[in-house]
């Protein structure tokens, strides 16, 4: 009962979180466009972009990666009425997943894709623990 009742907080806080990745993702390809030609679904060519890439665009990545996670845990937190973790944890844990699957479809750097599972699941808590009943 109690996983269907916090379903729509889990997947509120999903989407929500990947919207707002999408979005600032596009503003880090503003500011560090990829090179002409480069087809982000061909592993190689996504392999070669990020090999040029500066690293201060992963970093910024990055950043994206735990403002985005820490909304989806604010939102299913929201969402659960403040009264459980699981909903953002779980949310942590859809995104978790997701950068796997990206990991082995864009073929990121291995420290960037360490680095960013190291991201989803603190900052999705961080979202539940500041806005928890106490």
């Not at 379903?7 to 503003?27: D, H, M, R, S």
């Not at 665009?57 to 845990?73: D, E, P, Q, R």
Request: net charge positive; charged share 10%.
């Amino acid at each position: 009962m109690g996983f269907t009742k916090n379903l729509p907080a889990v997947i509120l806080g999903a989407l929500v979180a990947l919207l707002f990745t999408f979005l600032l993702q596009n503003f880090v390809n503003n500011i560090y466009p990829l090179p002409p030609g480069t087809d982000m679904y061909d592993a190689e060519s996504a392999a070669k972009a990020f090999a040029i890439m500066p690293r201060n665009g992963l970093y910024i990545v990055l950043a994206n990666y735990c403002i985005t996670s820490f909304i989806g845990g604010i939102l299913a937190t929201l969402l659960s009425k403040r009264e459980r973790k699981n909903p953002a944890i779980i949310v942590g844990i859809i995104l978790s997943i997701g950068a796997i699957w990206n990991y082995f479809l864009l073929h990121e750097p291995l420290w960037f894709f360490i680095a960013a599972l190291f991201t989803y699941l603190p900052f999705t808590y961080l979202g539940y623990w500041l806005l928890r009943k106490k």
